[in-house]
């Protein structure tokens, strides 16, 4: 695990905690998803953002998770298909300036029955920075396209999806821990 934490860009997560302080400056939204075991980093990293940085006297970040709604992610699956989910979410909701923040092991590039993985990140992610939004990626392996796709994205380099995950909750920590800091001292 300190090998893996070593790795780490320093650069990627402080330009990950300066695009979402911007964003919590300029009072816009947080979308967060994921699927799978990312879908519960996301609900966490979710509640977390919106209350783990809360300092008194000042605005709060608007955090919601795009995974957690269960009956309109099974109507627009069962309506739209998978590879819609977040992008039919985010059609409602999305505002210019939102930032978009996608969670996945393989960054969109792992494959299995069902065909490539994470499809559905990678085009919400394409309608947000299409529509003058900022995207955000936590991701494993080599960062899969979600690595290029995302405004700043950090990448887990370690090829086991447990601790990719692992990292991931670790991570969301430290950005709502120095986001916090931040938050105080402007």
């Given at each position: 695990?300190?090998?893996?934490?070593?790795?780490?860009?320093?650069?990627?997560?402080?330009n990950v905690i300066g695009l979402l302080f911007n964003t919590w400056q300029n009072g816009n939204r947080v979308f967060i998803c994921g699927?799978?075991?990312?879908?519960?980093?996301?609900?966490?990293?979710?509640?977390?953002?919106?209350?783990?940085?809360?300092?008194?006297?000042?605005?709060?970040?608007?955090?919601?998770?795009?995974n957690d709604n269960i009956p309109l992610v099974s109507a627009l699956t069962n309506d739209n298909g998978f590879e819609n989910l977040y992008y039919e979410q985010l059609q409602n909701l999305y505002e210019k300036g939102d930032v978009l923040i996608c969670i996945s092991v393989h960054g969109g590039a792992g494959k299995d029955k069902a065909g490539l993985w994470s499809q559905n990140l990678l085009k919400a992610m394409k309608f947000v920075s299409d529509n003058g939004g900022k995207t955000i990626g936590l991701s494993g392996f080599d960062g899969g396209p979600m690595k290029d796709a995302a405004d700043a994205c950090i990448v887990v380099p370690v090829e086991s999806t447990p601790q990719v995950e692992s990292f991931h909750v670790a991570l969301e920590h430290l950005i709502c821990s120095c986001l916090k800091k931040k938050i105080e001292e402007s």
């Amino acid at each position: 695990m300190r090998d893996v934490a070593g790795t780490l860009s320093v650069a990627d997560i402080d330009n990950v905690i300066g695009l979402l302080f911007n964003t919590w400056q300029n009072g816009n939204r947080v979308f967060i998803c994921g699927n799978g075991g990312s879908a519960s980093t996301a609900t966490h990293f979710t509640c977390d953002l919106a209350k783990a940085t809360n300092v008194n006297g000042k605005k709060r970040f608007k955090a919601l998770c795009l995974n957690d709604n269960i009956p309109l992610v099974s109507a627009l699956t069962n309506d739209n298909g998978f590879e819609n989910l977040y992008y039919e979410q985010l059609q409602n909701l999305y505002e210019k300036g939102d930032v978009l923040i996608c969670i996945s092991v393989h960054g969109g590039a792992g494959k299995d029955k069902a065909g490539l993985w994470s499809q559905n990140l990678l085009k919400a992610m394409k309608f947000v920075s299409d529509n003058g939004g900022k995207t955000i990626g936590l991701s494993g392996f080599d960062g899969g396209p979600m690595k290029d796709a995302a405004d700043a994205c950090i990448v887990v380099p370690v090829e086991s999806t447990p601790q990719v995950e692992s990292f991931h909750v670790a991570l969301e920590h430290l950005i709502c821990s120095c986001l916090k800091k931040k938050i105080e001292e402007s």
